[in-house]
């Protein structure tokens, strides 16, 4: 069985081509390297271009009998969609069809997107369950919901079968530490506060100690990045095995605030530094927490880390990173 995995260089996509090497599966990885990494690139063939380079993509659909493809090419940070909307259409959107359309057209009809809790905006209760209102409060999030939902279409019209998965917080490293997370540039919690733990930024800030939390801070969802590999296997199975499109929340359940996180990753790097607290970013919603029971029940699928292991294994490859970057 052969998988493409465009964006296979990024955080989440590599780690789900080390998981699919590991069971066996051949792997070719496409990515442009906007936001990927070469060095991340470990597990199968490389070959590097964009998604909306049709010919390119039909030469390889071509030249390689592909099963199924995998896509998690998308740009991610919810402040620059806000202020550049057309960036995140033209490539989270218009690139995507671009990829589906020569799917299409070489008869591919297996397909897993790379979805996110910003589907929901700012849910109405929690733990969100799938079904609950689609509110994407941000082009962002807006830009996957329209995925989604031509997702559908595509299905019921052509019979291309998907599977959507809307991550939550994705944290953590595989335990190998030969892979972690890393953005360009770096926006997410986790990573930023290990800066701050490694002095290579002076502080880390807490935007909004106002929220109507536990501890006034805003709450997230942490899932391990290998529970989310483990998640697109059994996603992959469930598609092979003859099974149709379906979509799944991928959380832990449990919900941790952001100075609670802080705590834990003073506690575990035996590392003190600097704590700011400043005005709210705006967008963030109080709570983020996932209810995945549909995944434990149709996809047989359990996250085995908890916050724990996520801190643990990311800063095991974090000092690393930092040690090979500056
Ligand atoms: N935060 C801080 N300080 C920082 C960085 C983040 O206090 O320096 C806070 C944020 O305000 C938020 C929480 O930490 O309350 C988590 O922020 P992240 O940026 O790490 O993650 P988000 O919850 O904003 O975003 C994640 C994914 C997005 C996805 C979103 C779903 O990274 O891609 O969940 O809404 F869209």
């Given at each position: ?16 081509c080390?998981?699919l ?5 051949e ?35 071509k ?51 790379s ?39 595509y ?11 809307r ?16 953005h ?16 290579v930024?002076?502080?880390?800030k807490i ?31 469930y598609l ?50 996932a ?7 149709v ?28």
């Amino acid at each position: 069985m052969a998988i493409l995995m465009a964006g296979g260089a990024g955080y989440i996509g590599s780690h789900v081509c080390k998981m699919l090497y590991e069971k066996g599966y051949e792997v070719i990885v496409y990515d442009n390297l906007s936001h990927g990494f070469k060095n991340f690139v470990k597990w199968g063939e490389f070959v590097p271009g964009d998604i909306s380079d049709e010919k390119l993509l039909d030469n390889i659909f071509k030249n390689y009998e592909i099963d199924a493809v995998m896509h998690f090419c998308a740009y991610i940070e919810v402040g620059e969609s806000v202020i550049d909307p057309q960036k995140y259409y033209i490539n989270n959107v218009e690139s995507t069809l671009i990829l589906l359309k020569t799917m299409l057209k070489n008869g591919i009809k297996k397909f897993i997107f790379s979805s996110t809790a910003a589907v929901y905006g700012l849910p109405e209760k929690i733990p969100i369950k799938e079904d609950d209102p689609k509110q994407p409060i941000n082009p962002y999030g807006k830009s996957k919901w329209m995925i989604e939902q031509i997702l559908e279409d595509y299905d019921k019209a052509y019979g291309l079968r998907s599977i959507r998965f809307r991550y939550f917080n994705a944290a953590g490293a595989d335990e190998s530490g030969e892979i972690g997370e890393a953005h360009k540039p770096e926006t997410h919690l986790i990573p930023l506060i290990f800066d701050a733990a490694l002095g290579v930024r002076e502080n880390i800030k807490i935007f909004g100690t106002d929220y109507d939390t536990r501890d006034g801070t805003c709450i997230r969802d942490f899932i391990h990045v290998n529970d989310l590999a483990d998640a697109h296997i059994k996603g992959l199975e469930y598609l092979l095995s003859g099974e149709g499109t379906n979509y799944f929340n991928l959380g832990s359940g449990e919900g941790y605030s952001v100075k609670e996180v802080i705590e834990k990753v003073k506690e575990i790097t035996k590392r003190d530094f600097e704590v700011i607290e400043t005005d709210r970013r705006p967008g963030d919603p109080p709570y983020l927490i996932a209810d995945s029971e549909k995944a434990s029940k149709v996809l047989g699928w359990k996250p085995k880390y908890d916050l724990n292991m996520i801190i643990e294994t990311a800063w095991n490859w974090h000092k690393k990173l930092r040690r090979i970057d500056r």
